[in-house]
């Protein structure tokens, strides 16, 4: 201590040891995300894409259920099925229709 006291202290590089130790939290952070907290996420992920964005009422689901509570027939069923497949408008090779 009696060192820095004659040689003036510190100095202004002791400013950078605040954005070493920003830069570690950061990267230690952003290495978890990707890593281990990646797991906890997934299933949710997975649920969100299997059942759209409003869960058990996406239309697929709603759709499926219908079938299999025996309220519409299979033709009905694919038929609807491919509506919501469908992306939205109509494209052909030379573009937008």
Do not use: C
């Not at 997975?46 to 869960?55: C, Y």
């Not at 509570?69 to 494209?91: M, N, Q, T």
């Amino acid at each position: 201590m009696n060192t820095l006291a004659r040689s003036g202290g510190p100095g202004p590089w002791i400013l950078l040891l605040p954005v070493i130790w920003a830069a570690a939290v950061v990267g230690v952070v952003t290495v978890l995300r990707r890593t281990v907290w990646r797991g906890r996420r997934g299933p949710r992920r997975a649920h969100a894409a299997q059942h759209g964005p409003l869960g058990e009422r996406a239309p697929v689901a709603l759709l499926g259920r219908r079938f299999a509570a025996g309220e519409i027939d299979e033709e009905e069923y694919w038929r609807r099925l491919s509506v919501l497949d469908e992306p939205y408008g109509r494209y052909d090779k030379g573009g937008a229709a």
